[in-house]
């Protein structure tokens, strides 16, 4: 008998609320991405997060509301459950708070690269560019992707060497032209590094392929493919796909997860385009699935960037986008907004903040709730667990009734 009821996650890359316990572990102190954007704009339009209890999650996990002001009437009017997760896992990385949500604390430590120069071992470009049949690497540093294709793209064109680097996630990127250096070449460059990087215990290889010809033209396209370690344990995706659901990923879920736990993966990139994807897989899913999106804008082009403005018109869209979700739930269905760390465009550095993230949970049929401080993101993942009448999960405790 197939299982009533259709899901879908909302994940707000980097979109934290702020509080969290431990910041000062991370020195992150003070740091809260909706509330800094808040105060810094002067305001924020997002007025249907807020009716679904956004607001009273933030002011939760700081003490004090975010300075949204005034807002116009909300369009989305379901029962909600609202409240905020604290991460448990030892980092504060994409891989770490996915895996988290889905049931899986990562309850080890990530090996990182250096940020000086050069950052990775000698030994370990020699065996990467001697099996790619490289002329060497560039770069050999942390760095900002598009700072590093302005400062390294035209050297790339002309030597065919690629552009290496990392950043304070546990990381090894690889840029280089689709053109001129080629995406399946690319791609095959990226599998490579990811064999000889295994022994450092790195969570991902990132292929950053980009387009253009000289610098200020140079821009990075849709073609991003993570190459990542597989989560230690089996997640709350992979009891919906073995109990005979869909586990549909949109934009970079697929990669971050090593495909585990997945039936079907789409491609999409861009606020617009993620959310225009999300709405029609939502729409097609059968019975007992879960939709699965993750908007990197919030990190990769607002937070990392340290771009505050960008950052909230990007709040304000996915804000605008929520009604048209909203109108097309079916009696059972239910969604998920929530976040994997913070990234607050307003603090030192361009690091990602360790941060409290929002959960929110709606409905035709949600109870509303406040569902306070959750201990852990795994509650998440338990939650859909009993939400589809799944065998319990390790870790989190579910907040469906």
């Not at 996990?61 to 005034?70: D, I, L, W």
């Not at 009891?239 to 039936?263: E, P, R, W």
Request: aromatic letters at 10%; charged letters at 20%.
């Amino acid at each position: 008998m197939t299982k009533k009821g259709r899901a879908v996650i909302l994940m707000m890359d980097s979109f934290g609320i702020g509080g969290a316990q431990d910041a000062a572990r991370f020195n992150d102190e003070g740091a809260d991405t909706l509330g800094h954007i808040a105060a810094a704009r002067g305001g924020l339009k997002i007025p249907n997060l807020l009716a679904l209890g956004l607001g009273k999650a933030a002011q939760a996990s700081t003490g004090q509301a975010p300075a949204v002001g005034p807002q116009p009437a909300a369009q989305v009017t379901l029962p909600s459950k609202y409240g905020f997760m604290r991460e448990v896992s030892n980092g504060k990385d994409t891989s770490s708070g996915h895996w988290e949500m889905a049931g899986c604390p990562v309850n080890f430590d990530w090996g990182y690269f250096s940020p000086n120069y050069p950052s990775f071992p000698e030994d370990l470009i020699q065996k990467i560019c001697t099996e790619a049949g490289l002329p060497g690497i560039l770069g050999n540093k942390a760095a900002s992707g598009t700072v590093i294709l302005e400062e390294l793209g035209e050297e790339h064109i002309k030597t065919g060497k690629p552009i290496c680097y990392t950043s304070a996630d546990s990381v090894f990127q690889i840029a280089a032209h689709e053109k001129h250096f080629g995406l399946d070449n690319l791609y095959r460059v990226c599998e490579i590094a990811f064999k000889h990087i295994k022994p450092y215990n790195i969570a991902r290889v990132i292929a950053r392929p980009f387009v253009g010809e000289k610098k200020g033209e140079f821009a990075r396209t849709k073609n991003r493919h993570d190459y990542s370690v597989t989560p230690p344990m089996p997640t709350v995706l992979d009891s919906i796909k073995n109990a005979g659901g869909a586990v549909i990923s949109v934009g970079k879920i697929n990669d971050i997860f090593a495909k585990q736990g997945i039936t079907k993966a789409v491609k999409a990139s861009g606020l617009e385009e993620l959310w225009n994807v999300t709405l029609a897989e939502a729409k097609a899913a059968p019975d007992f699935s879960l939709v699965f999106t993750n908007f990197v804008d919030f990190d990769m082009t607002w937070g990392h960037r340290r771009d505050t403005e960008g950052y909230a018109k990007g709040l304000e869209y996915f804000d605008t986008r929520l009604p048209e979700l909203a109108a097309q739930l079916q009696e059972d269905d239910i969604v998920f907004i929530t976040a994997d760390h913070g990234c607050d465009p307003t603090y030192k550095g361009t690091d990602h903040t360790r941060e409290n993230v929002p959960v929110l949970l709606f409905g035709p049929k949600v109870n509303p709730q406040f569902i306070g401080a959750r201990d852990t993101y795994a509650d998440l993942g338990q939650t859909l667990a009993d939400y589809f009448k799944l065998p319990p999960l390790k870790f989190g405790t579910s907040f469906w009734n």
